[in-house]
Structure formats: C-alpha cells, structure tokens
C-alpha cells in the first residue's frame, strides 16, 4: 500500500499550487480520502474529504473556502487545490485513505510546503 504526495515547495504569497496523492495497493474506489497538515508541535489538521461512493466533500470551515479536493479514479490520485496561500499555511500536507467502515487507514509520508516570498 502506497500514497504519494506530490506537488510541495516553496510558493510564493497568494500562490496557488496544487497537490497530488497517488495511491496503489489497494481498491482506491472503495476508499474515503482525506488531506491533512501539521505544523512541528501542532496538532494534525484536517483540510478537506471527499468520500468514495459518490465524491461528496468536506471541506474544513478553517480553510475558508481556499482549499478544493477532488478525485480522479481512474487514475487512483486526489488532488488539493490550494489558493491564496499566506505563510500560516506552511506546514507538511498528509493525505490519508480510509475505508467506508473505518477499519483500514492508510498514510502517505506527506509533502512540505513552505509559504515565502
């Protein structure tokens, strides 16, 4: 089983970069899949969701709208659009897979994003 975040680095101000997390191993279909982020001595945050049976998404009301998931299946990836990045959104973005009865969770080793000018 695999999930590999890509897409991190260093953005400028307002930037807008997206990332991907590409799965493998497992039936990507039957999975909900989850983007977080942590900050060194924060707590793992929860960004966004989208489930596996009919793409509906959560999005974190923290994230003031900035941040969009999706899902391309047939590639097995979700991608997080990100817009308006300040540097408070410096930290290293996790995805995470899950299965819809909670059982299976599966963690990619994450991508760091660094907001600067």
């Known amino acids: 089983v695999q999930l590999v975040e890509s897409g991190g680095g260093l953005v400028q101000p307002g930037g807008s970069p997206r990332l991907s997390c590409a799965a493998s191993?497992?039936?990507?279909?039957?999975?909900?899949i989850a983007w977080f982020r942590q900050v060194p001595g924060k707590e793992r945050e929860g960004i966004s969701c989208i489930r596996s049976t009919d793409g509906k998404t959560y999005d974190a009301p923290s994230m003031k709208g900035r941040f969009t998931i999706s899902r391309d299946n047939a590639k097995n990836t979700v991608y997080l659009q990100m817009n308006s990045l300040t540097p408070e959104d410096t930290a290293v973005y996790y995805c995470?897979?899950?299965?819809?009865?909670?059982?299976?969770?599966?963690w990619g080793q994450g991508t760091q994003v660094t907001v600067s000018s």
């Open positions: 995470n897979a899950e299965d819809v009865l909670g059982i299976r969770s599966y």
């Open positions: 191993g497992f039936i990507f279909d039957d999975y909900a």
